[in-house]
């Protein structure tokens, strides 16, 4: 299959890593990956932050980038970015009353797939150890990001391939399907109960005991990583495509320093 | 213009983009297909879950039931329409006919009465199994509202013909323009750190005959 | 359907207590500071959240009823001149008698008329959202009248001077020893030796309202549901001074939002069985009592029913926004909200809080309303509402979509843009194209240089000072997915020293 890398903002300029082990895991399992190269952004954090029309441009760029290139199916390691496409472009068309943006904006959104949806659903990944040799000796907490859960209905495609990954040690985060209160730019304007939604989550990470707290959203990860950074905590956060990806013999580094972004491009 | 023109005005301005009616799903159950046991045993399971006293007897017991209930109570109401063998006990005892205020639309009880009296003895319309529900239509040997309501113990047969299943069955086999009371166990309040309290101003005992 | 034929009428909106006098980042930091409220809600929305959630999936048709209470209620906004009207007749016809209030002071002075016209000057209170959204009880008392609330929460709101704080359990953000006290500080006659244990509690409120029922001649209610077809009505609740107050005294005046209606009887099946579950979390409420006009010889015979507007037509107008009237106020929404459990509902100003509070208010009032722009950012958009929502009100998608009506509301009207708008404004242009992204990127490694050595950034100036104030931004990476791509695939071969970096 032939299968277009939506890096997203985030991870294109914060996250590289994940970038790449999304593409290392889309190659061990024989599939051409290309980057159409036009990409930025999904354009949620303006939609989301009432900014309509400094959206449009947005998204219309994300549509150009992908109903030009070509390929089979396009997949990004987000669920919120990957909600954004499918539920967001055509309803931003919509409001600008752009009918031939709107319907090709439907039609990326219909080859756009969440990483584990595309993983479980197309690509028949059932075993991530025996079929990714994906190796990851660590206890780990997972956290579902809410448009994973209740946007794209991912249920537990996610904690299922994780499960599967060899001498992982998953521990249940409990209170786990809690928004953890990022929630884009809601994370500065009402920066305190953000944090006091981040300040409960965070203690349920560091109440499971595990080293790390993984999660299929950058942004969400990036949230949680920073608070519990700032609380002095040793636990980290790491983007399940880089468990997925890890192996024996090129295991992912824990130890490095959480990475978050400048705040220019959240959502 | 008055109120009620300009608010019809305004609502049909409002919907100049002539929103269309969708068609109602109703995929939802119409009916539970449960047995009569399975009815009664649901129901009662529901009513004990409300903190409702239950007794579930042969018809021929109501009355020695009821008198057995009302053992305690100085006083007691009935609707003038009540099942008239429903008391026969208490007539035997030949105490009760003393205890007894009968509640009628030409001589109906006033509210100081009704809040001087122990305890009421009505039949109802219909049930509900998997609610726990037993709705009151005002009939005959229901009486008026105020009956069920100011004694501070309710005593209520559920003929076990009168279970329905589930509320859409139920609410299909009532009139809705009569004055209706739908009672899930005796009355509740969770207003205090959402502690469950029975009894607050309704009854604060209910016991529910079903006989079979 | 309705077809209009008239000029389209600017929006009339609502008045009343559906306004946020500050902002809601403001209120909430204050309600945050108070542990106290905190655990209280924290506690109470939790065991509510759980007890609904093992109602709900006992119904193996739970889905089914959610599609049809949708469609109903969808189906009540395209069609509701034609079902008032249908309503009106009916209930008429049976002897009741409809009075129509465009706001909030118009309906305040036909029910104070009402009751002046009984010779009363005491009413009883059944809880009603309607009555506190246009403030019924504060008027009556100007007018020499004295509303006596009768539901237990409402009656320690009343007797605290307070507001109430969820739309369900209006004193949530009291405890036990908080309302014993209220208690022997405010009411009348209460035993000193009162304990804080809540069957006590209840107990002396039964006391202490028993002579009011036995004596009310006027009775103020609101309505969960109108029927169309029959003309009914019905008030779902739990302690019995519902039924207290519709049927002990000789006036009943009911006060009820017109998009209350449900077309037919057979709805009531549908969301007899939504509403119990999703609200207190049981099989079924206590006490739910239907009304037809005035039956002889049962209960009042002097029945009134004042059908509000207050700005359901101005939200009716907006086509993204109109179905926040489906709303059945079960305050599912609220119980999962993960800010309005840690804010409470004082936080957002109006009679009605939480999720639907922070879509409703602003829909009823317009956006520019005092502080009531603010509402609908009080939101992760997490979504837990939209799933809880008995009658699927996607609430995320109207507050997203009242975002963008209070930012295009603002354009041109400020004589200097705020930094969200001058930051949206720039990430529109770096976020519209690869090479543009392309090009910021290249300035990342300044980050790396305000990390320090630490490899943390610690403060951020302005708007983004909300994101540093707890968390921290460690340092970005040398080089972006971007960059990397195109050397891995454009150069001829990767040297060995360009090592992965992150």
């Known amino acids: ?267 | 213009m008055s109120a009620r023109e300009d608010i019809l005005s305004r609502i049909r301005s409002a919907l100049q983009d002539s929103p269309e009616a969708p068609q109602i799903p109703r995929e939802y159950r119409a009916a539970s297909g449960m047995d009569a046991d399975g009815l009664v045993d649901l129901l009662v399971d529901r009513l004990v879950d409300y903190k409702a006293q239950v007794a579930v007897v042969p018809a021929a017991e109501v009355p020695a039931t009821i008198a057995s209930l009302l053992e305690g109570a100085r006083s007691y109401v009935v609707p003038e329409g009540l099942d008239g063998g429903w008391l026969a006990a208490m007539d035997d005892a030949g105490t009760g006919g003393s205890r007894r205020r009968v509640d009628s639309p030409a001589e109906p009880l006033s509210v100081a009465d009704l809040d001087g009296t122990d305890a009421v003895v009505t039949g109802s319309a219909v049930a509900v199994a998997e609610t726990g529900t037993i709705i009151l239509d005002g009939s005959a040997n229901q009486g008026r509202r105020a009956i069920s309501l100011v004694p501070d113990h309710h005593i209520c047969v559920v003929k076990a013909a009168d279970i329905a299943g589930i509320l859409p069955e139920a609410l299909g086999r009532i009139d809705g323009t009569r004055p209706i009371t739908m009672i899930s166990g005796p009355s509740a309040t969770s207003d205090i750190e959402l502690q469950r309290v029975e009894g607050v101003h309704g009854p604060r005992r209910l016991d529910v005959i079903i006989a079979r | 359907m309705t077809t209009f034929l008239g000029m389209p009428a600017l929006p009339a909106f609502g008045s009343g207590n559906l306004f946020a006098g500050e902002s809601f980042p403001k209120a909430a930091h204050r309600e945050l500071g108070n542990a106290q409220l905190r655990a209280n809600l924290g506690h109470a929305t939790h065991t509510i959240r759980d007890k609904r959630q093992a109602v709900v999936s006992e119904l193996p048709d739970w889905e089914q009823l959610r599609d049809a209470g949708s469609a109903i209620k969808e189906s009540v906004m395209a069609r509701l001149p034609e079902l008032l009207e249908e309503f009106e007749k009916n209930f008429t016809a049976r002897g009741g008698v409809i009075h129509w209030a465009r706001d909030a002071r118009e309906a305040n002075e036909i029910v104070a008329g009402l009751v002046r016209a009984t010779g009363e000057t005491e009413v009883v209170k059944v809880k009603s959202m309607a009555t506190q959204e246009i403030g019924l009880n504060e008027y009556l008392e100007e007018q020499g009248i004295e509303a006596f609330e009768t539901d237990l929460a409402e009656l320690i709101v009343q007797l605290d001077h307070d507001k109430p704080s969820h739309i369900l359990v209006p004193a949530i953000h009291k405890n036990r020893t908080e309302i014993r006290d209220i208690f022997l500080r405010e009411m009348p006659g209460a035993d000193p030796a009162l304990t804080n244990d809540p069957p006590v509690l209840a107990m002396a409120a039964r006391e202490h309202l028993r002579r009011k029922f036995l004596t009310a001649k006027v009775a103020v209610s609101g309505a969960n549901f109108a029927l169309a077809d029959s003309g009914t009505l019905a008030v779902v609740e739990s302690e019995g001074n519902g039924r207290m107050c519709l049927t002990l005294p000789e006036t009943l005046i009911t006060v009820m939002g017109i998009e209350k209606l449900l077309p037919t009887w057979q709805d009531l099946e549908v969301f007899m069985q939504l509403l119990p579950r999703s609200s207190t979390g049981e099989r079924m409420n206590p006490y739910t009592s239907l009304w037809t006009g005035v039956t002889e010889g049962d209960g009042p015979q002097n029945v009134h029913l004042v059908l509000l507007d207050n700005g359901r037509s101005a939200a009716l107008a907006d086509e993204m926004g109109r179905s926040a009237l489906h709303c059945i106020r079960c305050s599912a929404c609220m119980n999962v909200c993960p800010v309005y459990e840690r804010t409470g509902g004082h936080a957002y100003g109006s009679t009605y809080p939480g999720p639907i509070g922070a879509i409703l208010s602003p829909l009823l009032t317009g956006i520019q309303a005092e502080e009531n722009s603010s509402l609908p950012y009080a939101s992760s958009l997490c979504g837990a509402c939209y799933d809880a929502c008995p009658v699927k009100i996607n609430i995320p998608d109207i507050l997203v979509h009242l975002r963008s009506v209070d930012v295009d509301s603002k354009r041109g009207t400020k004589k200097v843009p705020s930094q969200m708008d001058v930051g949206m404004k720039a990430a529109s242009w770096a976020l519209s194209s690869g090479k543009h992204l392309g090009l910021v990127e290249k300035g990342l490694p300044l980050g790396r240089l305000a990390a320090g050595r630490d490899k943390k950034i610690k403060k951020l100036p302005g708007i983004a000072g909300g994101w540093t104030q707890s968390r921290d931004i460690p340092a970005p990476p040398a080089q972006s997915f971007r960059d990397w791509w195109a050397k891995e695939h454009k150069s001829p071969a990767p040297s060995r020293d360009e090592k992965e970096t992150q």
């Open chain 1, 1 to 267: 299959m032939r299968i277009a890398l939506f890096a997203t903002c985030i991870v294109d300029a914060m996250y590289p890593a994940t970038a790449k082990a999304t593409v290392k895991i889309l190659e061990r399992l024989g599939h051409d990956v290309v980057f159409p190269e036009g990409q930025a952004c999904c354009g949620q954090m303006h939609v989301n932050s009432g900014y309509l029309k400094e959206a449009v441009p947005v998204v219309a760029n994300h549509v150009a980038a992908f109903d030009t290139a070509d390929y089979d199916v396009a997949v990004a390691p987000s669920g919120s970015c990957v909600a954004s496409v499918k539920h967001q472009h055509p309803m931003v068309a919509r409001s600008c009353g752009d009918a031939a943006l709107e319907a090709r904006a439907t039609a990326v959104g219909a080859k756009t797939y969440e990483l584990s949806e595309l993983l479980v659903d197309v690509l028949g990944v059932t075993d991530a150890g025996a079929q990714l040799g994906s190796y990851f000796p660590h206890r780990v907490t997972y956290h579902p990001s809410c448009h994973g859960m209740r946007l794209l209905r991912l249920g537990d495609r996610q904690s299922r391939l994780l499960r599967t990954v060899q001498g992982i040690d998953l521990a249940d985060l409990p209170e786990a399907d809690q928004c953890c209160g990022f929630g884009g730019t809601f994370s500065m304007k009402n920066a305190d109960v953000s944090s006091a939604m981040l300040q409960d989550k965070a203690a349920n990470v560091e109440a499971t005991g595990a080293e790390l707290c993984t999660g299929g959203d950058a942004s969400c990860l990036m949230h949680i990583g920073g608070g519990l950074s700032r609380q002095g905590s040793s636990t980290t956060t790491l983007h399940l495509a880089e468990i997925l990806a890890s192996t024996m013999e090129e295991p992912a580094s824990v130890t490095g320093e959480v990475r978050v972004s400048t705040g220019k491009a959240l959502r």
